[in-house]
C-alpha cells in the first residue's frame, strides 16, 4: 500500500514572509556628495563651536608664540554675521546670545577698519573704563594696575622667533642662541594675573586717557611694545581706539598645536624635531 505523503500546512510567518514587499537596497552617497556633507559639516562647526587659529606674530608674547596653533571657542560671546565663512549674511551683523567678555580674556576678533583680518589681544577694558598708560603701566579708572617686575622670559631663536632687537640677543651655557626679555606680572582687579613684556620707554607708553565706549572693547597685546592695539591709530596700523564687541569671533581657550618653523616637508624627521610639545594642551 503506498503511503500518501504528508504536506505540512504553511505557516503564518512563512505567509507574511511572501506578502511584505522587499525593501531596495539603501543607495550610497557619491564620493562627491559625501564631500560635500563633510564640508558643511566642517563649516558649522567651525562657525558655531571651535576653530583653529594660528599665531603669526609676536605682538602676544610671552604667552603665545609664533607658530602655536590654539583652539578658538564660538559660543562664549554669541554669533554674528562675521562668525560665519566669508561673512555669509545669514546672521545680523549684530551678535545673538550676545554676552560681554571679562576683562582678561584673550579674544579674536576682526581687526578694523576693514575687519578682514582676524587678530588676537588681550582685553583690558569694557564698556565705561577709562583707559590710560603712563610711563608703560596701565591705568584702569584712575587707579593703576600692580605691575610687579618677574624672572626674565627666555625664548630660543628658531626660524619663528627671532629677536626684538640685538639688546635682546642672549647666549645660554650650552651655545643656545635666545631672546631674554624683561617680563612683569600684571593683575586686574578681580584677581586675573598674566605675565606682559616691557622693553624700556617707548611711544606707546604713555597715552592720553580714553573711555570706553558702550558696545566696544578696549585690546592689548602682552608685548606691550610690539603690538599694534587699541592704543594705535589706524594711521599707524594699529585699532584706532576700542574695538565693537560685535568684531569679536570667539574666545582662547586651549593650545592645539605648537612647531618653532623647522620642519621641512622632505624631511619627515623634522616634523617631530620642530614640535613645541610642551605647549600643546596648556589653556588661557
Same mark, same amino acid.
Given at each position: 500500500?503506498?503511503?500518501? @505523503?504528508?504536506?505540512?500546512? =504553511? ?8 506578502? %511584505? ?10 564620493? @562627491? ?10 563649516? &558649522? ?5 571651535? =576653530?583653529?587659529?594660528? &599665531? ?9 608664540? #609664533? ?28 551678535? &545673538? ?8 580674556? $584673550? ?7 576693514? =575687519? ?7 582685553? &583690558? ?11 608703560? $603701566? ?12 618677574? =624672572?626674565?622670559?627666555? $625664548? @630660543?631663536? %628658531? ?18 642662541? $635666545? ?9 586686574? @582687579? ?19 586717557? #580714553? ?31 576700542? #574695538? ?41
Amino acid at each position: 500500500m503506498t503511503e500518501t @505523503p504528508t504536506v505540512a500546512p =504553511a505557516s503564518p510567518t512563512d505567509a507574511a514572509s511572501a506578502d %511584505t514587499p522587499v525593501k531596495p537596497a539603501k543607495k550610497e552617497d557619491s564620493f @562627491p556628495v559625501f564631500l560635500l556633507k563633510l564640508a558643511l559639516f566642517v563649516a &558649522i562647526f567651525r562657525s558655531f563651536f571651535l =576653530a583653529p587659529f594660528y &599665531i603669526p606674530s609676536e605682538s602676544m608674547l610671552p604667552r603665545l608664540l #609664533v607658530g602655536d596653533y590654539l583652539l578658538l571657542a564660538k559660543w562664549p560671546y554669541g554669533y554674528s554675521r562675521k562668525s560665519l565663512p566669508f561673512g555669509v549674511p545669514l546672521l545680523p551683523e549684530s551678535r &545673538i546670545f550676545a554676552a560681554q567678555p571679562k576683562r582678561g580674556d $584673550v579674544v579674536v576678533f576682526k581687526a578694523p577698519p576693514e =575687519a578682514e583680518e582676524d587678530w588676537i589681544k588681550r582685553v &583690558i577694558g569694557l564698556p565705561g573704563d577709562t583707559i590710560q598708560m603712563k610711563n608703560g $603701566v596701565v591705568w584702569l579708572n584712575g587707579q593703576a594696575i600692580p605691575k610687579v617686575r618677574v =624672572a626674565d622670559f627666555q $625664548v @630660543p631663536v %628658531t626660524p619663528n622667533t627671532a629677536c626684538y632687537s640685538a639688546e635682546f640677543e642672549a647666549k645660554l651655557a650650552d651655545g643656545t642662541d $635666545v631672546c631674554r626679555y624683561p617680563q612683569y606680572r600684571e593683575t586686574l @582687579p578681580g584677581g586675573r594675573s598674566y605675565t606682559v613684556l616691557d622693553f624700556g620707554q617707548r611711544d606707546n607708553d604713555n597715552t592720553d586717557p #580714553v573711555m570706553v565706549p558702550e558696545g566696544k572693547v578696549f585690546l592689548m597685546g602682552d608685548n606691550r611694545d610690539n603690538s599694534a592695539d587699541s592704543r594705535v591709530p589706524f594711521d599707524r596700523n594699529g585699532l584706532g581706539g576700542p #574695538v565693537p564687541q560685535d568684531n569679536i569671533l570667539g574666545r582662547a581657550t586651549v593650545m592645539m598645536f605648537s612647531t618653532d618653523g623647522g620642519a621641512e616637508w622632505i624631511k619627515p624627521w623634522t616634523w617631530f624635531s620642530a614640535a613645541r610639545f610642551d605647549r600643546i594642551g596648556s589653556g588661557f
